[in-house]
């Protein structure tokens, strides 16, 4: 997203915003029958091509004689390949993801992950708040995107965040990133505090983008200072609560399903309240579920 | 809800239970151009004999003359008074409800608290986790409800509960209740923090059951017992996490949306973990929504 997605005004009422889509542009992805995502009318095309697909005037079926996940995952990745080289595929990661119907569901198959988005497949996340006290305050450190990423570069991010790889726990995938984002060791991050969980269910572009996002609250030492160790982030900024609030309720500068994530931290932390703007929407936003 | 009402086997998914109800049964009910509630269908004769309500086939509309909540109040508590002589609305409490077609929307109408099931309406509620810490350790205070309630007399409920009252405000309501029912005064309900929102969407008999809970934390001092003052608790229990953990996910003793509570601070606690089982279902039916 950049400034010129910003919806304007002065409230960005990010709950309503994270769960707004047009579903009549879409149509069902259906596999190992259950409903799995949705296909943008513009990909109908895409898909009919591919003898792997049956498709109907509303709806999409992944080869019904693909009878096991293994084989759905050998027949989408093989087409994967060839959509990849005719360049429809942008961002390609080289991870495989569990394609479920709903978090915690069997897996129907796997899927490299810049694949899922095409699907509107919904992504399972791990997101961690890191945060410092100061007497009665709080801090978030917040981490800025880096500018090459191939989604939302430039924008604001929990300290730690990464995608549930297929096989691995939220809790690993968020101590794995906690290092390799963010120099976070095993020592520091022992106290990993399991604390919520964040829904999206939105339209972004030409794709419907669904996530479940593990929430997880680091308190962390006054005196530490996270520093960027791939290149996935630009650097950390240390926010007091009073201008989080102001980013996240009122900016465009979060990538949406973080801004989420901070609205959701300051409403379990009392920070958001019932009377303040944009509390009710909030908190019935973070309600909305992904199905 | 009795143990006949127990839905049986050793686990109890109230995330889904709590969600759980067939519409085909009901009828939509409008006001003021706002869809408010749901109308059991063999209700619909007792409504359809108002000449305030106008009847179609799928759909109740209350009096399209009433162009003021005033006006609307007015013409429901005539007709409620009758019904009460009739029989038909059980548990008459003597409080007004704001009615509102969504948590923070407009005030539609205010309708006697007993009547409100009728109708489907959603119910705002406050309720707060009473908890003390024992070292590591949570242990948290439950209330029994009064055998002689009129709604799920003799099952569990939060330490503190109520309704929230046309014109008070949750916070209010929880500071209320909490002198009312618990004999928690000011001076130890100083940090009454606000931390989450439950919902439920839950058929129960022959109403549509819609909750909206205000969620309060309040720690209390490891040598503080609640004491019940007024008659609508019959006493109160401290529970150790362990056990609070297999009440609520493996029986009916609590009410069900008093479940959720529990539910969701177990959560935001960090006791109920991704890998526990039915972390996930719970999650989920945390974030089902109320609409």
Not at 22 to 46: E, K, N, Q
Not at 52 to 57: E, I
Not at 100 to 127: K, W
Not at 212 to 229: G, I, K, M, S
Request: charge should be negative.
């Amino acid at each position: 997203m950049t400034a010129s997605d910003d919806p304007g005004g002065t409230a960005h009422d990010w709950g309503s915003i994270c769960n707004t889509r047009d579903l009549s542009r879409y149509v069902p992805f259906v596999a190992g029958g259950f409903h799995l995502g949705w296909i943008h009318r513009t990909r109908v095309g895409l898909v009919r091509a591919e003898r792997v697909f049956t498709v109907l005037p509303d709806l999409v079926v992944l080869g019904e004689g693909l009878a096991t996940p293994a084989q759905r995952t050998a027949a989408v990745a093989e087409l994967a390949q060839r959509w990849r080289e005719l360049g429809v595929v942008p961002g390609w990661r080289d991870e495989l993801y569990d394609v479920v119907p709903y978090p915690g569901g069997p897996v129907v198959m796997r899927m490299e992950r810049a694949l899922t988005r095409l699907f509107g497949l919904i992504n399972i996340g791990a997101h961690v708040n890191g945060y410092v006290r100061d007497g009665a305050d709080v801090l978030m450190w917040v981490a800025r995107r880096s500018p090459d990423k191939p989604t939302y570069p430039g924008l604001l991010d929990q300290m730690v965040a990464g995608g549930v790889i297929a096989s691995m726990t939220p809790e690993a995938v968020a101590r794995k990133e906690a290092w390799e984002e963010a120099g976070i060791g095993a020592g520091l991050i022992g106290p990993l505090r399991q604390t919520s969980a964040v829904t999206m269910f939105m339209e972004h572009g030409d794709v419907i983008s669904r996530d479940f996002e593990h929430v997880f609250d680091l308190e962390l030492p006054a005196d530490f200072v996270p520093r960027p160790v791939d290149a996935e982030v630009a650097g950390f900024e240390l926010y007091p609560v009073d201008k989080l609030l102001d980013v996240v309720t009122g900016s465009a500068e979060f990538k949406p399903d973080c801004n989420l994530v901070v609205l959701d931290f300051l409403i379990r932390h009392d920070h958001l309240r019932a009377g303040d703007p944009l509390y009710q929407q909030s908190v019935l936003g973070l309600r909305r579920g992904v199905l």
